[in-house]
């Protein structure tokens, strides 16, 4: 018969609470996602006040309404839409600024017959109503700063990553390219 030392209690709580703090602790990231809304009008009613221009103004005044500022509601670009067999129109839009694709944005709309909006589905990232600050560093700048902020035992500087062939084992030993701080690129240190 083995003996198995006894479990702590305290590291037993240790562990449960990290485990239940992850989700929340991801959700505080300023690089999280956004969480998804959804907003759904009654019956015989529509989620915009009343006949819109387009489609796109139709959910810009939705969310408006909702809350979101008018410089968010203008960030959405249309880029996919359909009629279904019910005869609904589906519409997807994306976020964008300056020509930039928000990551992790979207809008879902769907539209009834009438060309009502019934359905929403959003995941917006809040823009400011100030245009944002240009950079004052370049791209070389930008990455030796962030370099040297995750990485400060890595004394290489940003002019000496390259992409060089690395072998990756489960790859089916394919070479892959990748970017790797080197001084020799016969000798990458990843």
């Known amino acids: 018969m083995q003996h198995r030392p006894p479990v702590r209690a305290s590291a037993l709580v240790?562990?449960?609470?990290?485990?239940?703090?992850?989700?929340a602790w991801s959700q505080s990231s300023p690089f999280a996602e956004p969480?998804?809304?959804?907003?759904r009008a009654g019956p015989g009613q529509s989620l915009a006040r009343g006949a819109s221009a387009s489609r796109q103004a139709?959910?810009?005044e939705s969310l408006r309404n909702r809350g979101a500022s008018d410089a968010t509601a203008r960030s959405l670009v249309e880029v996919d839409g359909g009629v279904a067999k019910s005869g609904r129109t589906h519409v997807r839009l994306r976020q964008q600024l300056a020509g930039q694709v928000v990551?992790?944005?979207?809008?879902?709309?769907?539209?009834?017959?009438?060309g009502e909006l019934v359905h929403?589905?959003?995941?917006?990232?809040?823009?400011?109503?100030?245009?944002?600050?240009?950079?004052s560093?370049?791209?070389?700048?930008?990455?030796?700063?962030?370099?040297?902020?995750?990485?400060?035992?890595?004394?290489?500087?940003?002019?000496?990553?390259?992409?060089?062939p690395v072998p990756l084992?489960?790859?089916?030993?394919?070479?892959?390219?990748?970017?790797?701080?080197t001084e020799d690129p016969e000798r990458p240190s990843l």
Not at 103 to 114: C, I, L, M, P, Q
Not at 137 to 164: C, F, G, W, Y
């Open 14 to 23: 240790a562990a449960l609470a990290l485990i239940l703090s992850a989700p």
């Open 35 to 39: 969480q998804a809304r959804v907003v």
């Open 58 to 60: 139709a959910v810009e």
């Open 103 to 114: 990551y992790g944005t979207s809008v879902k709309a769907t539209f009834n017959e009438r």
């Open 120 to 135: 929403l589905i959003e995941k917006l990232a809040p823009v400011p109503a100030a245009a944002p600050t240009p950079a």
């Open 137 to 164: 560093i370049n791209e070389r700048q930008a990455l030796d700063a962030a370099m040297t902020l995750i990485h400060p035992d890595v004394r290489a500087a940003a002019s000496k990553i390259a992409a060089v």
């Open 169 to 181: 084992p489960g790859l089916l030993d394919r070479q892959r390219y990748i970017h790797a701080l």
